[in-house]
């Protein structure tokens, strides 16, 4: 009998701004690709071109937009990303590293613009058909931490990172209750230890997957 091609793998990577993401998502997908693993990188919003241009609304800060417009753009920007990239790779049976996904809506405009995480959850459900990721990482780090190095990184801030520091404490809580109800999916990390100690975790949690 043939082997079983492994399925698509869909891992997710969440966290605020400034807790180290990005660069998580490309450590893992170099340390995969030595692996041999079809691994793929895409950042919401964004990761194609009408999400890119969604991209540009939401984070000018010269734009004035209510929370239920803010939520809808980013389920949006990610309904194209899945039907345009993620969906046909996971099909292709690659790893899809997605550097945040829904779980950035039901903390940043669900809790933190509180419009409640059940309704942002079902106007993402319609936007991707309720896609859910196979393993989410949760990197949590101080919210002082990350904004400080968000700041560092670009001392312009976008229409987000304009918020005060209560608002990320409460996007950091709601992501502390995701990871609590649901600790299968979603592995919390904590992300304020050495960066080498953050790639080791995260390889560890992703481990039976690949
Ligand atoms: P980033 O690419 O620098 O992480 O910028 C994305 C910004 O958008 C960041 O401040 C978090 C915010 N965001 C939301 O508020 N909701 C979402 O669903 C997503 C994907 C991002």
New binding site residues.
């Given amino acids: 009998m043939p082997t079983a091609m492994p399925p698509g793998r869909l891992i997710t990577i969440e966290g605020i701004?400034g807790a180290g993401?990005?660069t998580l998502a490309q450590a893992l997908a170099s340390q995969l690709n030595h692996r041999g693993v079809d691994v793929r990188v895409l950042?919401?919003?964004?990761g194609v071109a009408a999400a890119e241009r969604i991209?540009e609304v939401?984070?000018d800060p010269a734009t004035r937009l209510g929370p239920r417009a803010?939520a809808l753009l980013?389920a949006a920007?990610?309904a194209q990303l899945v039907e345009e990239a993620v969906d046909p790779l996971l099909r292709a049976r690659a790893v899809v590293l997605l550097?945040?996904?829904?779980d950035?809506?039901l903390a940043?405009?669900g809790a933190a613009r509180g419009l409640g995480v059940e309704a942002v959850r079902a106007i993402n459900e319609f936007g991707t058909h309720g896609l859910v990721p196979d393993r989410t990482l949760l990197l949590d780090v101080d919210v002082r931490v990350g904004r400080s190095r968000?700041r560092h990184r670009d001392p312009t801030r976008?229409r987000?990172?304009r918020e005060r520091d209560e608002f990320f404490s409460v996007v950091a809580a709601a992501y502390l209750e995701l990871w609590r109800r649901d600790p299968r999916r979603v592995r919390r990390i904590d992300a304020s230890r050495p960066f080498h100690t953050v790639l080791a975790a995260a390889l560890e949690e992703i481990a039976d997957l690949l």
């Fill in positions: 701004d993401k990005t950042r919401e919003p964004g991209r939401v984070k803010e980013y920007a990610r550097d945040r996904f829904v950035s809506s940043y405009q968000a976008d987000l990172e």
